[in-house]
């Protein structure tokens, strides 16, 4: 799933039992004691690993692409771990060979802990809702059809504002790295780095507005095949 397509899912479908609260929206489905945090026992009771791989494979064509890879952990790593072929994609074979459904929890789990707090969980909600009631069968912002998103599409769809709201899945006013990976994925060290003032480590909502900093501007960074 592409980020701003995350985003959007967020931003405008309901999942079921969500409140419009996003800290809400991630204590249902897989949080089956709704207590915030997803345990590995939670998530393996709510999906298999190949459940997952289905979701991500967007095209429906069997492959997991780099580019996937670095959307779900900000790097490529595991990508050429898995890759033992040597092509340009993973089948589902090459990544159920390679690892298991913990070691794929265990990715997500950025900060060590053993759980997944609000934001290392957002990729795995957004699976588990696809996976019970799909909401992005047919791209929403794609509105052309033409299996890509431009710059017109999304800044369409939304505004600068409500993907800062978005990403800030805890809603406490600060960006961390583990809720702007989701967006960012392996250059969330530039940005927060670029919008960082205060050297803490995330960024808040007023330093992303200090630095004026607009949708246009963050489409530019995903926008990977332009230099």
Known sequence: MTPFLLLFAALVFPFPLASASPVKRQTTGVDADGDGLLSYAEVSAAMTLHEALVVLDRDGDGFIYLPQIIELWGTGDKFYELNTDGDDHLTFREIENGMTLQDFYNEFDFNGDGTLDVAE?????YIYDTINAPVTAVDPLDS????QLSKLEVLSAM???????AVDADGDGLMTRAEL?????????????????NRD???????????HMR?????????????
Request: negative net charge; hydrophobic residues 40%; charged residues 20%.
């Open 121 to 125: 969980a957002y990729q795995i909600n």
């Open 215 to 227: 949708l246009d501007g963050v489409f530019d960074i995903l926008d990977l095949d332009v230099v």
């Open 144 to 147: 052309n059809g033409d299996g």
């Open 159 to 165: 505004t600068y504002d409500e993907v800062l709201t």
């Open 181 to 197: 990976m989701v967006l960012f994925g392996n250059k969330t060290a530039d940005f927060i780095t670029a919008q960082d003032d």
């Open 201 to 211: 480590g995330s960024v808040s909502i007023g330093e992303a507005h200090h630095h």
